[in-house]
């Protein structure tokens, strides 16, 4: 069969964000949007002729459209193999392990994670190198480059192919082979936790619930949790795809997990709650009468790992994104090993990881990792914490506290601003950046004295690349911090996030409420970047 090169024309507006390209349904079935991007990545690679490529999403409204045109455009450019996961199912960290375990040159991962799906609502693009993980900007700005200016692309003249049947298919000169989606990455968390442990736990009577949101985590869930380690039926919730997500919005945070989260605050509710987002990356921790903040969790995760068989010798260092707090700073100084600060987005992980730099990677956007595959991975910290839960023998709550008498408490609280006007948006933060000069030395509420002020560039220690702009960052002598950016993977408006920390010694008060604890902070971020007064919002959309 023979490959038929179609001409197009570009569409203006394929720039990836902080993961992927992610737009609304109606923008991705205009007429080869999805052809233009897919060609525009593929012209901006080299070497895959033979080479195989993985497929896979979360399951979500256009994900089966899509990923038989990707099949098509990818057989036509003259990869030698595509490795899909049935159903076109794959959830992102599950993705970057076939990647890694199969030796593929790169994967597509169709996802818009935790952004809602369905007929109206968002889809997206991301490609990934063959270590697994995100690609670099490098390539992302390349794609972008090339969508701008692509005149045509290649594809084929076949049917689609059933993507349920497990197998090898054939289309033109390139084999499809459908994979069972939860096999290799069920076997990856066995080797890293001790699930004897993890069983006996429930054996004895611990009780857990987990949220899989109707995305993609479902049928992971069911066969580690339910399955391999003996949770009752019923420990996991809302375990099946679905296109819509059931209408729901998957992000696991406190707004969309807050039956859970109001359940687990019961006393006869179960001990342990989590929850991941709609690609699987993303995890949620809520013990017993605890809420664990992502950033908090990081630390936790952190400190405690080395109880996981596959992480006994200890770790090579820790990496957090900027807005994430400080809380795994302090764990690293304690272990003596290396801390690095990186911009948002898990991309920028991969180069500390694959250097051996580091082992472990947080996000306070509930995304926490290891080097065990390139992305976050919700349900390896949700394997994570109960592997830690059964050898310590203690609850959540009661580990947490421990934590802060040891290391002091962070404060931490994101305040999102949604949807709002760009043009505002984009002034608002121009603006706060032309202040920072003047900050340094600057007192606030009496004792709040301004250490550093400005706008975060981060040097890649391995390939020395650069990355400017990634978001303002307001530093106070007592180790308080404001955190101001815009959002890279919203597909309306603009999306302000604002990010406030505040230290509290390990001797401090470790009971306050979160938002009364940041209130100062809260203020004078309103004072100097005036989010509410200039967006006309009296509130955050949505507060984490
Ligand atoms: C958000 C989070 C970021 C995360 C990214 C992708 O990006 O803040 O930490 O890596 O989503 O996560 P932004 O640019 O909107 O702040 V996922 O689970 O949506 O792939
Ligand atoms: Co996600």
Same mark, same amino acid.
Do not use: C, W
């Given at each position: 069969m023979t490959a038929k090169t179609i001409e197009t024309t570009p569409y203006s507006d394929q720039k990836p964000g902080t993961s992927g390209l992610r737009k609304r349904v109606p923008v991705f079935s205009q007429p080869n949007y999805v052809e233009n991007f897919i060609q525009s990545i593929f012209d901006s690679l080299e070497g895959f002729g033979g080479q195989t490529l993985v497929i896979g999403g979360d399951g979500r409204f256009y $994900?089966?459209?899509?990923?038989? *045109? #990707?099949?098509?455009?990818?057989? #036509? $450019? =003259?990869?030698? *193999?595509?490795?899909?996961?049935?159903?076109?199912?794959?959830? /992102?960290p599950a993705a970057s392990n076939i990647i890694r375990h199969y030796k593929a040159f790169g994967g597509l991962v169709l996802s818009a994670s935790h952004n809602p799906g369905g007929p109206d609502g968002d889809f997206g693009i991301k490609y990934n190198v063959s270590n697994g993980g995100p690609a670099p900007e490098r390539i992302t700005d390349a794609v972008y480059a090339r969508t701008q200016v692509i005149d045509s692309y290649k594809t084929l003249d076949t049917p689609d192919i059933d993507l349920n049947l497990i197998g090898t298919q054939q289309v =033109?000169?390139?084999?499809?082979?459908?994979? %069972?989606?939860?096999? !290799?990455y069920a076997a990856l968390m066995q080797s890293l936790f001790d699930f004897d442990a993890i069983r006996a736990l429930f054996v004895s009577g611990f009780r857990m619930t987990f949220d899989a949101m109707h995305a993609v /985590? =479902?049928?992971? #869930?069911?066969?580690?949790?339910?399955?391999?380690?003996?949770?009752p039926k019923g420990t996991v919730i809302n375990g099946t795809p679905s296109p819509t997500f059931n209408n729901g919005h998957p992000d696991p945070n406190l707004v969309y997990c807050k039956e859970m989260h109001d359940l687990l605050m019961t006393p006869d509710g179960p001990d342990f709650g989590?929850?991941? !987002?709609? %690609?699987?990356?993303?995890?949620?921790?809520?013990? *017993?009468?605890?809420?664990? /903040? +992502?950033? %908090?969790?990081?630390?936790?995760?952190?400190? $405690?790992?080395?109880?996981? +068989?596959?992480?006994k010798d200890g770790i090579a260092g820790i990496a957090r994104s900027m807005p994430t707090s400080a809380a795994a700073d302090r764990v690293a100084e304690k272990l003596g090993i290396e801390m690095h600060e990186t911009p948002t987005g898990w991309k920028f992980f991969g180069n500390l990881l694959d250097a051996g730099r580091v082992t472990i990677c947080g996000e306070e956007s509930a995304g926490t990792g290891s080097s065990h595959v390139r992305e976050k991975d919700g349900l390896w910290a949700v394997l994570l914490w109960l592997n830690i839960l059964a050898v310590r023998k203690q609850g959540v709550d009661e580990i947490v506290r421990e934590h802060w008498k040891i290391y002091g408490r962070n404060y931490y609280t994101r305040h999102d601003y949604e949807e709002v006007d760009a043009a505002i948006a984009g002034q608002l933060v121009d603006d706060l950046r032309a202040q920072l000069p003047g900050l340094p030395g600057k007192t606030f509420e009496d004792d709040l004295q301004v250490a550093f002020a400005d706008d975060f560039t981060y040097h890649d220690p391995i390939d020395g690349s650069t990355s400017a702009k990634q978001g303002i960052r307001i530093g106070f002598t007592d180790g308080s911090r404001i955190v101001l950016r815009l959002s890279g993977t919203g597909t309306v408006g603009a999306t302000l996030r604002l990010y406030l920390e505040r230290y509290e010694a390990a001797d401090g008060r470790h009971d306050l409420d979160t938002q009364l604890a940041l209130e100062p902070l809260i203020g004078i971020a309103e004072a100097l970047a005036g989010v509410k007064s200039r967006t006309g919002r009296d509130a955050p959309s949505v507060i984490t």
């Open positions: $994900n089966d459209v899509a990923i038989q *045109k #990707a099949i098509r455009i990818a057989a #036509a $450019n =003259g990869f030698g *193999k595509v490795l899909v996961g049935q159903g076109g199912i794959l959830s /992102t =033109g000169g390139m084999v499809v082979e459908v994979i %069972d989606p939860v096999a !290799d /985590t =479902g049928p992971y #869930a069911h066969a580690i949790l339910e399955g391999m380690l003996g949770a989590a929850a991941s !987002d709609g %690609d699987g990356d993303r995890n949620l921790i809520i013990g *017993k009468n605890r809420f664990v /903040t +992502p950033s %908090d969790s990081l630390a936790l995760l952190a400190a $405690n790992v080395h109880l996981a +068989p596959g992480y």
